[in-house]
């Protein structure tokens, strides 16, 4: 809750006796409020956290902490709680430019599930893999992206997610920002 | 309401010491004619298909909660205690220039500029803005037309007011409600 003016209240688990347990929300969403080349295969970092309500403090499995983190530049990580388990909805929305003059791709994202020991393939489940064509973006004119895809997230699962081509962020201040990113769970 | 069906709505079930039920908010509207937009206007759509959830009469500062158009500058979606949880905003629209007289000087962007705020909140103007412009590309010299989309998902708290209104000028090519040229909704997605 870096800039956000206002603290958000969280409402509390109905959890009565002999009743259903409640439903536990999770939010995280940032915004990009700088200009600046991202560059592909690599994290997704907003400039500033606006809302991260609902993540169980602690790590969980390989000493992960638990929500988000980006243990190093190349992939951004979300690592899910028994509690913070649940269907998500992750989107991501950019303002852009071309990277270059010769690289006019626009921006891409790839998302996808991770459980360390899995025997799944190289252990990550695709969600989410974007394409664009040469001509997607330029240096002049601004144009508009967004990715969304829903998944379930298991408990100790890891949301993976990172850009796929590079492109250059149209952000300039909090007031106009170039982006906005979230992370929801929208249902147990 | 002109929704040509009446959808059912889940009854809360405060069942005996149970948990109170989701109670779901959905406002849907639609762009169904040709019109120019003006640059900090509110959002107007021609016919509203969707309008549930909404707790009647007005909240603490008078504003009437759910979808209310305060003035022509900005709209206000004001929350209940009820209404109160996550909601997704989603824009989609067809656009071309606004117009044809002073190209050069056209705006090349659409927008819509959404902040959140909550009144009697200390902290700067208690305004935050939680989404981008989405600024798409208007060729100034063509008609051409471009679809321009618009998401975010927040919390919104009791007695927050939700605000929204166009973030520059262009023309909406709408067209009749069976080629509509866009649509709004607001949409609570849980608690």
Known sequence: MSDF????????????????????PVLHAGVFTSAGQQIGSRAIIPDSVVENEGITPGNGTQNIPYGVSTPNGSVSRFKVSEEMAGIYTITVQVTATAYSANY????????????FG????????????????????????????????????LPEEQLEYKWGDSFFIQGSSSANPGGYFSIAKISS | MSTPFDPPRPRPAAAGGGGAAFT???????????QQIANNRAVVPDTIVLNEGMTSGNGSDGTPYGFSQLNDSINS??????????????????????????????????????????????????????TPRAEGVIDVNSDNNYISNTTAIFRLTPEMRFQFAWGSSFTLNGRSAGSPGGQISIIKLSD
Do not use: W
Request: hydrophobic share 40%; with cysteine.
């Open chain 2, 77 to 130: 979606f004001k929350v209940s205690e009820e209404m109160a949880g996550l909601y997704q905003i989603s824009n989609i629209v067809c656009v071309s220039r606004y117009g044809t007289d002073n190209g050069l000087r056209t705006p090349n962007f659409f927008g819509l500029n959404i902040s959140a705020f909550l009144v009697g909140q200390p902290g700067g103007n208690n305004q935050a803005v939680i």
């Open chain 2, 24 to 34: 779901p908010v959905n406002f849907v509207a639609r762009f169904t004619t040709e």
């Open chain 1, 104 to 115: 006019d791709h626009g921006p891409t994202v790839t998302f996808s599930r991770f459980l």
């Open chain 1, 118 to 153: 899995r025997a799944v393939g190289n252990n990550s489940i695709p969600i989410l893999n974007t394409a664009n064509q040469d001509g997607a973006t330029s240096q002049t004119q601004r144009y508009t992206f967004i990715f969304s895809a829903t998944t379930r997230l």
């Open chain 1, 5 to 24: 003016p206002f603290s958000i209240p969280r409402r509390s688990n109905p959890v009565a006796a002999g009743g259903a347990a409640g439903f536990t």
